[in-house]
């Protein structure tokens, strides 16, 4: 299907893009405690890593939960009869896609009033703007909406999805 190849691929592709970042973050801090040792700190490290961390997490917050690595306590579940575990299945996914949907709702109007006004972090020689972030939120929110959607129809109507992997395939 059309709609899950396309969010898959996008899916791994900021699973990607934001294992980078977080690599090269590792640099900058690296950097940045070596020449507060040597007495000049990094402007802007503080802000810049803060911003980063929402921005890293929103980019990979969708393949976690495609590829099932979501955090889930199974301990009581796998108790239950299997009707009563897949019906639980079915409204956690509900309940995923619901929240997801909300926090993508809500951070509608301060990701554009951000944008719109400007919005920075830090002061002094280095000023991080914020609505990267914001629209951070609300992409990584709709798409981790988007695969609890995916996740749940597969389920109503019996499709065998496999789990999402970065390098691995995936049966459709």
């Known amino acids: 299907m059309l ?5 898959d691929g996008l899916t791994r ?4 893009l934001g294992a980078i970042w977080a690599f090269a973050l590792c640099f900058l801090i690296l950097a940045d405690i070596i020449f507060r040792a040597l007495g000049t700190p990094l402007s802007g490290t503080k802000e810049l890593v803060a911003n980063s961390v929402v921005i890293i997490v929103f980019m990979q917050i969708g393949f976690a939960v495609r590829s099932g690595s979501m955090l889930r ?10 009707r009563l575990q897949r019906l639980l299945f ?6 995923g896609a619901g929240i997801f949907f909300f926090l993508l709702h809500a951070a509608i109007t301060p990701a554009l009033r951000s944008f719109a006004n400007g919005e920075f972090d830090g002061e002094g020689a280095l000023r991080v703007p914020v609505w ?4 951070a939120i609300l992409f990584g929110a709709g798409l981790a909406g988007v695969n609890y959607l995916i996740l749940l ?3 109503l109507l019996g499709l065998r999805l496999g789990n999402l992997t970065l390098w691995g395939g995936f049966d459709v």
């Open 90 to 95: 079915i409204l956690c996914l509900v309940a």
């Open 13 to 16: 592709s900021l699973m990607v």
């Open 153 to 155: 129809l597969a389920e």
């Open 132 to 135: 990267p972030a914001r629209f």
């Open 3 to 7: 709609l899950i190849r396309l969010s």
């Open 73 to 82: 306590a199974t301990f009581l579940v796998d108790m239950l009869p299997p």
